[in-house]
């Protein structure tokens, strides 16, 4: 089994964002937990979690996006849909867990 040790430490938290180190590399999330800025890009409005979620519940989202190294740079529309409410089997046990579907134009 691989195993990754990780340290998280939350740095500042505001009404928009969370901002925050993982093993020292920062990073920044909505407060609903879409990224902002992760390892490898910066975002606009990458928005593929939605709270509260309920079976039906749907959205879209515009996002710009620019690699950190400014070498790469897009766009991307995405359409989400809560489809289920389910139990999941993962190695930790059994969880009931909402199913979230989404595509990228």
Same mark, same amino acid.
């Given at each position: 089994?691989?195993?990754?040790?990780? $340290?998280?430490?939350i740095?500042?938290?505001?009404?928009?964002?969370?901002?925050y180190?993982?093993?020292?590399?920062?990073?920044?999330?909505?407060?609903?937990?879409?990224?902002?800025?992760?390892?490898? #890009?910066?975002?606009?409005?990458?928005?593929?979690?939605? #709270?509260?979620?309920? /079976?039906?519940?749907?959205?879209? #989202?515009?996002?710009?996006?620019?690699?950190?190294? $400014?070498?790469?740079?897009?766009?991307?529309?995405?359409?989400?849909?809560? /489809?289920?409410?389910?139990?999941?089997?993962?190695?930790?046990?059994?969880f009931?867990? #909402?199913?979230?579907?989404?595509?990228?134009?």
């Amino acid at each position: 089994m691989k195993t990754y040790d990780s $340290r998280i430490v939350i740095t500042a938290a505001d009404e928009t964002s969370i901002r925050y180190t993982s093993n020292g590399t920062p990073l920044e999330n909505t407060r609903e937990g879409n990224p902002l800025r992760n390892e490898r #890009f910066s975002h606009s409005n990458y928005r593929v979690l939605s #709270f509260p979620p309920e /079976v039906g519940k749907t959205w879209t #989202f515009n996002d710009a996006w620019v690699g950190l190294d $400014r070498r790469y740079r897009g766009t991307q529309k995405g359409n989400v849909a809560v /489809v289920a409410y389910e139990k999941v089997q993962v190695p930790a046990g059994e969880f009931e867990a #909402f199913k979230v579907q989404w595509t990228a134009d």
